[in-house]
T-cell receptor, first 112, second 116 residues
């Protein structure tokens, strides 16, 4: 059974650009959550999607957005990149909340 | 202050030694997850605890949830270099009749180094 797949693995962008990250959940998992991990703030929740609907959102500016497709794959977009957006972005999928969350390997975003 | 406090922040042990990492919550714990992370990589699921007093073991790792103390502990027996990494506890705040909708609140992590 394939795990959670995140692409790309590494990304370098310039300040002001926008970026799209992709997450393919485990087959059968309909919930996809996104997290940002930085040395200073640790792991912070961005948002969660279930059946193409955003059910929960963390405390991030509107530059951070996401969506989920009918096959449960999810994308997150960050517009007008800032240096502080440099981080490891992780997604996690779950069949149901009672069965835990499986994380992907992450996308390392560097903004220069 | 953090919602989830992990202690210690870092730990250096000799191979073969036992160790314990604690995770204390400032809010009621309903579900508690333990993950391991190698630097710059994704999180590897270790265990999930949902009931007070629950204890789970996998290989040489045991985790317990003390609901009254709002605390969980992770114990590694006879540590090996392969145990080295960052251990993270994550709390699910929504299991008391509701749902967290994918949101886990994480501690700051405990860095474990195991010397051969």
């Amino acid at each position: 059974k394939a795990g959670v797949t995140q692409t790309p693995r590494y990304l370098i962008k310039t300040r002001g650009q926008q970026v799209t990250l992709s997450c393919s959940p485990i087959s059968g998992h309909r919930s996809v959550s996104w997290y940002q991990q930085t040395p200073g703030q640790g792991l912070q929740f961005l948002f969660e999607y279930f059946s193409e609907t955003q059910r929960n959102k963390g405390n991030f500016p509107g530059r951070f957005s996401g969506r989920q497709f009918s096959n449960s794959r999810s994308e997150m977009n960050v517009s007008t990149l800032e240096l502080g957006d440099s981080a490891l972005y992780l997604c996690a999928s779950s069949a149901t909340e009672n069965y835990g969350y499986t994380f992907g390997s992450g996308t390392r975003l560097t903004v220069v | 202050s953090q919602e989830l406090e992990q202690s210690p922040q870092s730990l250096i042990v000799q191979e073969g030694k036992n160790l314990t990492i604690n995770c204390t919550s400032s809010k009621t714990l309903y579900g508690l997850y333990w993950y391991k992370q190698k630097y710059g990589e994704g999180l590897i699921f270790l265990m999930m605890l949902q009931k007070g007093g629950e204890e789970k073991s996998h290989e040489k790792i045991t985790a317990k949830l003390d609901e009254k103390k709002q605390q969980s502990s992770l114990h590694i027996t006879a540590s090996q270099p392969s145990h080295a990494g960052i251990y993270l506890c994550g709390a699910d705040r929504g299991h008391a009749g509701g749902t967290s909708y994918g949101k886990l609140t994480f501690g700051q992590g405990t860095i474990l180094t195991v010397h051969p």
